[in-house]
């Protein structure tokens, strides 16, 4: 059985740790809303300790008009993670322009419960679109740690 330490100089077994993942490869998404909303689904349920959770998103966006942006933001439960502007801004250099826009992201320490975890977006004008293709998913995986502080 794997030993680690317990953060306190001891050690045991390795806890149960959850994951879990959401894959989209067909069927493009667009907004024109300047609030943020959820990305349609892409949304994962998972049940973890009193613990970080590691998310990891891929996305490839898009703003139909050139120097307008996606923001992208992540809810925990309902509570954004980021400020105005999300946790990243994918900018579209010419009309249409599609752009990588993946990022990871460390959580606070989750209460040991279930939680439910969204990517949310918006743009600042005009129309965002996120591709979802075989050669370009969408993809939202979220890890609970063993990282307590």
Not at 75 to 87: S, V, Y
Not at 111 to 132: L, M, P, Y
Request: aromatic share 6%; hydrophobic share 40%.
């Amino acid at each position: 059985m794997p030993i680690y330490s317990g953060g306190g100089g001891g050690s045991g077994s390795v806890p149960a740790l959850a994951a879990a993942t959401v894959s989209l490869t067909s069927g493009n998404i667009t907004t024109v809303s300047t609030t943020f909303v959820d990305l349609t689904g892409v949304t994962v349920t998972l049940s973890t300790g009193a613990r970080r959770a590691l998310v990891v998103f891929n996305a490839s966006a898009s703003n139909s008009t050139a120097g307008n942006a996606c923001y992208f933001d992540i809810a925990i439960d309902g509570t954004r993670q980021g400020g105005t502007n999300g946790l990243i801004e994918s900018d579209s250099g010419s009309n249409g322009l599609t752009q990588n826009a993946s990022f990871t992201y460390l959580t606070p320490v989750l209460t040991s419960a279930s939680h439910t975890i969204k990517i949310q977006w918006r743009v600042n004008a005009n129309t965002g679109t996120v591709v979802a293709s075989t050669t370009s998913p969408v993809a939202l995986m979220v890890a609970e740690l063993l990282q307590t502080t």
